[in-house]
């Protein structure tokens, strides 16, 4: 009797060391099913598979389905208690990813222990969120191919973060500047980066598979044009502006292709209180990202960016940059062969003594106008320049090729020979927003200038109304370049009417304001107390207007309004010295 109780005394011993030298707990199911969604034998298959990977990802994958949740209990204290009673985990942490669903509630979640809590970056928790709720929606799979999908985005997920266990060391340096930053800031001095990585994801906002495709994308467009591009996020600008802080991470990380070190940063700052976005642009990249097409990605990505979908945002980006970079190469084939359009001297040009009424008045390339439009206002185009002597043309695109938009307008008008004194009438159809300018040339400038005459159209062009826009403006235009002024309306006239009552009015007021000194007025603690409901309506963010005219020797200038308003420009020198020029928003 004695032997058999030792005997059985020694193989405890033994069981109890076998298990101790497990870093898991085998011995009970990865998934519990209590209500039944799966079968038995799904059960058993879906179990084999989680066990399979255990040891080799050292993570556990539990799965937990059950619809008794107490009412007062929280759904992941639940998790908690459960995963820790059946022992789930591996090794000394209890590295795991736990599914549970709670049928009771409808509702599932996914929890991270140990090292996997550690490893499982925010991006890859939402892909792992996204592929269970695909699946869900997905009519063609049953419930164990849910827990199939999820388990082998969970694998892939927890493989490519082993991958990196050896990670690039991102804390601070002892000064509190990045990682990245030089050590000498006197003594720096310019390099080539070899093959730098094109996203920096600092923030920890992309998948890896997000990551990987923006990454790819920025390097076809680096290897095709040349130009240093890099997309990069942030959690701190430690102390430095967002502008500063992405041109000093271009200077310092090399990025900067040629002889004058040219590249383009977009950054992503999530800094509490610092949040914004910048488009920043170092030597001959500042030629090409000017405010106006910093303004333009400032409206792509401006949703996206406020709701929380920034890999929709920087996706947005790199499309436009490529489309960007290919119209810059691809020029319209009445430039001059060979020509920069960065390089062009715009000003002291010679135009056409007289207006040539052979020219076409109506050059329309985004398509805006049928057939019988174009020749109906031709016609009308061609009257006005005849009586007038001063020459007009209407030019629609849907590409400025990098360009700003009078810019554009401006080499049209002078590449194909159009008159000293005259104008022309650009819109642009270009990423879905509508715009338009008029740029008068010579003597047509003492004409149109401070007119407003882009503003008469404002309203038919919001509904898409081309041609009665195009002849409103052609009225305006005829009697503008008679009188030097619009043709007062009768509503203009009544509103001056008003206007001058209301003036008498004010004015009536400060002769007896002394009366009513002592009266002890509260003011209102909201402006809404006066809004009439329905009595605001914000018009469409896909037209704009840019500037009443610009003439010939305008300068740029940096747009500060649109759908998400706030949009800001600026140049400076960064840390080392460099130049740059920089343009977005803060959300």
Known sequence: MKKILFVILFACLILSICVSAQEYDGSIYRINDFVGVITDEDVDIIDD??????????TDFPIYIFDTLDENTELREHADAYYEHNNYGYGEDKSGIFLVFDLKNQIYAVYYYGKADEIITSGARTEILNTVRASLDDESKNNADVFKDYLEKAFECVKTANKETEPEDKSDKENGMPYWYADDVNNFKNFHAENPKRVVDDADVFTPEQEAYLSEKVQEIVDKYGFGYVLFTDNSTHGLSQELYSADFLYYNGYGTGENYSAVCFFLSLEEGNRGWRTTSINDCEKIFTSSVCY???ELVDSDFRSGNYYEAFRKQVEFTAKLFEDINNLPEWYPEGVSVFDIDRYDREYAEKADLSKKRIVDNAILFSEDEIEVLSEKIGEIVEESGFDFV???????????FYEYAWDFYYYNGYAKDGAILFVSDENGIL?????PFGKAAEKLEDTGINTTIVDDMYYGNMQPAMEKYLQNL???YKHGRLKMSAGKKIEYAVIGLIAGFIISLVVVSGLKRKMVIKPETSAMEYLVPGSFALRSQRIKFLYSTVTRTAKESSHSSG??????YSSGSASSGGSYSSGGRNF
């Not at 209407?394 to 700003?404: A, V």
């Not at 715009?435 to 740029?439: D, E, L, Q, R, Y």
């Not at 759908?563 to 800001?568: I, L, Q, T």
């Open 49 to 58: 598979i989680i066990a399979e990977n255990i040891e080799p990802l050292e």
């Open 296 to 298: 333009d990605i400032d």
């Open 394 to 404: 209407i030019f629609t695109d849907t590409s400025r090729h990098g360009l700003d």
């Open 435 to 439: 715009s338009w300018i008029t740029v």
């Open 478 to 480: 005829s009697f503008a």
């Open 563 to 568: 759908s998400g308003g706030g949009s800001s």
